[in-house]
Every structure is written in structure tokens, then in C-alpha cells.
């Protein structure tokens, strides 16, 4: 089985610069989890798809954050503009049943 | 508001040498406590999933138990490649977010 492939690895931006990350799920996987991990702390949800529907978006910073999933299938993560605290890992998450996430390597994002 | 404390930080020990990580938790009903292995650069591993007060769970040198306020991660006879940050989280009922502890950080020696 494949795992959650997420893409790019690694980005280095400039404050007030936009960023898009892009995440290809586990086949099959319903659910689909956007999370941020700044350095020394533990992932935070962001936003979480059910098939093409947002299920939770509460902890969003939604004046530069935006995500969508089309076709429930893949999906993108955008922030504009970014900020210097926005520099973090960005993983992303596929499940079937809500239990037992698979995490992707994630993407790190450098704002300078 | 749901709350995981890990402790502690940071964990040195010599290979052989057994210890146990522990993660406190408050939320408004639990609907299961997970645990992750996270290697530098990689995403978190999912190690072992308890639901319920007296569970356990083992996985070669990883045991993993659960109480009504806290879980434990024993490590039996770590080697060196036991090495990354274990991170617990919680799940409530509410719904399906996994709510993070900040990790332990577990360094082990040959």
C-alpha cells in the first residue's frame, strides 16, 4: 500500500510571499488531516476533510490560510502571505475510519 | 479544552537500560489515546492505539498501558534504533482530531 505522498519536501520563502503544499492520500482513505508542527512541539490540526467536505477547520488562521479538496481525493494547502511564524513542517494525514492515521514526511516550510 | 503534558522532554539511556515515558491527558471523554514514534525529517509512526482505562499493548520492546488519567510507554531493553520522539495524543469523542503532546525526545547509547 502506498503511503501519503506530500509534496515538495522543502520550500524556503520570504515573509508576504504565497505557498502551496499538495497532498496525494492513501487510496481508499476518506479522511484527510492537514497539520502544522513547529520546531519542539507536537503537530497541530489545522483543517480536516471528510471526502470533499470540511469537517473541522476551527484552528485555521483563515485571513491567510486556505485548503480545498477536490474530488475527494487530493489536496492543497495555501498560505498568503506568509509570515515569519508560519515557518514549520506541514504534514499531512490520510484514515479510513477516523482511528489509526498515516502521516506523510511532510513538507517543511522556511519563512525568511 | 483537552490537555497533553509528556514528560520528559528528553530521555538519555544506555542501551539495555529499561525506562518508561508517560503522558498525562485531560479531555471531555476519551475516545482513544495514541501513540507515535517520530524520526528526524519523517512524519509520525503510528506505534499503538488504547481506548479504554487498563488497557496494554505491546509491540517487540514497546508496551504501551492506559489509566483514567495518564499513559505510559515502557521501553524494555532499548537499542540504539530506539532513538526518535514519542508522541501521545489524545481523541475525543467530539470527533476524530488527534489533540498532540509536545514529545519525548529519547536518545540511546551503545
Known amino acids: 500500500e502506498a503511503g501519503v505522498a506530500q509534496s515538495p519536501r522543502y520550500k524556503i520563502i520570504e515573509k508576504r510571499q504565497s505557498v502551496a503544499f499538495w497532498c496525494n492520500p492513501i487510496s481508499g482513505h476518506a479522511t484527510l488531516y492537514w497539520y502544522q508542527q513547529i520546531l519542539g512541539q507536537g503537530p497541530k490540526l489545522l483543517i480536516q476533510?471528510?471526502?470533499?467536505?470540511?469537517?473541522?477547520d476551527s484552528q485555521l488562521p483563515k485571513d491567510r490560510f486556505s485548503a480545498e479538496r477536490l474530488k475527494g481525493v487530493d489536496s492543497t494547502l495555501k498560505i498568503q502571505p506568509a509570515k515569519l511564524e508560519d515557518s514549520a513542517v506541514y504534514l499531512c494525514?490520510?484514515?479510513?475510519?477516523?482511528?489509526?492515521?498515516?502521516f506523510g514526511s511532510g513538507t517543511r516550510l522556511t519563512v525568511v | 479544552e483537552d490537555q497533553v503534558t509528556q514528560s520528559p522532554e528528553a530521555l538519555r539511556l544506555q542501551e539495555g537500560e529499561s525506562s518508561s515515558l508517560n503522558c498525562s491527558y485531560t479531555?471531555?471523554?476519551?475516545?482513544?489515546l495514541f501513540w507515535y514514534r517520530q524520526d528526524p525529517g519523517k512524519g509520525p509512526e503510528f506505534l499503538f492505539t488504547?481506548?479504554?482505562a487498563g488497557e496494554e499493548k505491546e509491540k517487540e520492546r514497546l508496551k504501551a498501558t492506559l489509566t483514567k488519567k495518564e499513559s505510559f510507554l515502557h521501553i524494555t531493553a532499548p537499542k540504539p534504533e530506539d532513538s526518535a520522539t514519542y508522541l501521545c495524543a489524545v481523541q475525543a469523542e467530539s470527533g476524530y482530531a488527534l489533540n498532540f503532546g509536545k514529545g519525548t525526545s529519547l536518545l540511546v547509547t551503545p
Open positions: 494525514a490520510s484514515s479510513k475510519t477516523g482511528d489509526g492515521y498515516t
Open positions: 488504547l481506548y479504554s
Open positions: 476533510f471528510q471526502n470533499n467536505g470540511v469537517v473541522d
Open positions: 479531555v471531555s471523554g476519551l475516545r482513544g
